[in-house]
């Protein structure tokens, strides 16, 4: 039976609907988007996310009478790979897993149709077997093999009569390429690095260049990946640092200073905007991009990952007269997306809303805001000063650096503003001996500051391979009961195994890690000067305040986060261990 008639007599969602991992008015509306966009059946379910894409590409498989693989786990040798020209893996999407000289096999992501196998059968002179797999296997195994956007590099290769890229492809003052038939396929392989970042659900994208090699990373969920790319990589590093100069409306002849811009980006109906910061080194140019998409942006309290009373206080926050409210963690822990969060539910009618940034990375409807400019003077003090002229009534510094940002921003707390803003401290309670060492009045701190709130952002367990973790040690486990309340028995933990999902790694997403600290009138009357932070978090925890460790094993219990998450995040070297040498 062809595969076209197999696909006539029972479809994909059929299949997955008998399995119970689909539902019937789920397939009826993926049958309408199927017809709208002329979709096969299969994409247009994963696309409308009712389905994981190996579910669905298993049932491709099993409703087509194929076997069904994942070249991604499997450990494909470079001598199995070149069993089928680089071109012909490129153009089917396909590729060689295994076979000798008489017949091959072959993972397709789509199933071929007749005239398509005849056709392959001639330009390789050989029987094949099909079977299918996932377009994210089949794309993992060729970046992992070939290098990202090696199709496109091998274009650029059969343009240049078929030779190694043994020169620079550089691009003139004017942004025209020195060989303009090139030009265009440039811009492809800079378009096809970013659109590999989106795919990822990358948030950082680095372009390092070194003597004889370039080193191209992604950071996903926090972490930096390493990308490979094709040989060749390092003569194209010019171009393609001139190709996202242009895109950011750059100097490219310039290349002794830095350079920072902005490019707007937009991939189906998601629009996206990349802050392009660019660094003179020893090798070249690098590059670095921050990926600030509209759709990261979660605007309701409830998508923030706090337990229910950190929600609830959070939520009364928002709705205060006045008062100071910190945000504190390091770079990249979350704080802008939970400020974003604060000012939407403050954002109203009644409410004038100013923001005071330095970049502005979302843009949110209904507020005033303002980019800082210290190059002519704009400073977050500067700005700040004048913003209390314009009758506010919240207002969101994007960051208190100096005593006199703090002095005005502590100051407008006083009078009758609501202040949102974020300080670098390790933890919650150190705001206020942070706030103290910046030579602000005791008595100010103690009046104005209402709540500091630290946070984190770890990795989430991917939930299609999500399993019980059998590895707890009995030290975790008895903190856990410990701080959860718990008899040891009832600790439980999971972890990821790695799937076609989560590109094998077992992680997939982000969960934020809270830490909140109120000041009420028993904390603001020990804030006296030398104060200590050990005084502070003895008398917070006595008005039930929770260490951040302490509310993260609740999200381990849930299998939101694994133990190797929490403890990245919150481990503390014991200080006795020099002590046991």
Known sequence: MTPDAATTQREVGDLLVEQGKLTAPQLEQARRRQKRLNLPQHRAIVDLNFASEEDTWRALAEVNH????????????????????LKLIFHHHMLPIGGDAECLTLAFSEPPRQMEQGNLRLLLNKRFQLVIATPSSIHAVIKKHFGLGAETIQKLREERGGVDLDREIVFDVQGKESDSALEATISAFVDQILQEALRLRATDIHLEPYANSVRLRYRVDGILETVPVPAGMRNLHLAIVSRLKIMAGLNIAEKRLPH???????????????RVSIMPTKHGEAVALRILGRENLFLDLGQLGMEPAHEAVFAQLTQLPQGLVLLTGPTGSGKTTTLYAALSQANDEGRKIITFEDPIEYQLEGTVQIQVREQIGLTFAAGLRSVLRHDPDVVLVGEIRDFETAEIAIRAAQTGHL????????????????????????????????????????????????????????????????ALGLE????????????????????????????????????????????????????????????????????VQRGMMPISEQERWTRMIDPGILAKR
Request: charged letters at 25%; hydrophobic letters at 40%; proline letters at 5%.
């Open 488 to 555: 040891p028995a009832e600790v439980k933990a999971a972890c990821g195994c790695g799937c076609v999902e989560c590109n094998q790694r077992g992680y997939r997403g982000r969960v934020a890690i809270y830490e909140m600290f109120l000041v009420d009138e028993a904390i603001a009357d020990l804030i006296q000067p030398g104060l200590k932070t050990s005084q502070l978090r003895d008398a917070a925890r006595r008005l039930g305040w929770r260490s951040m460790r302490e509310n993260a094993w609740q999200k």
């Open 419 to 482: 202040v949102f803003s974020t300080l670098h401290t390790n933890d919650s309670i150190s705001s206020v001996t942070r706030l103290l060492e910046m030579k602000i009045e005791p008595y100010l701190v103690a009046s104005s500051l209402v709540c500091s709130i630290s946070q984190r952002l770890a990795r989430r367990i991917c939930r299609h391979c999500a399993g019980p973790d059998l590895t707890i040690t009995p030290d975790v486990r008895q903190e856990m009961a410990k």
């Open 66 to 85: 194929f076997e069904f693989v994942d070249p991604a786990a499997l450990d494909l040798k470079p001598a199995t790979l070149e069993l089928v020209p």
């Open 260 to 274: 920072d811009g902005r490019i707007a980006m937009k991939t189906g109906e998601e629009e996206y905007d990349l």
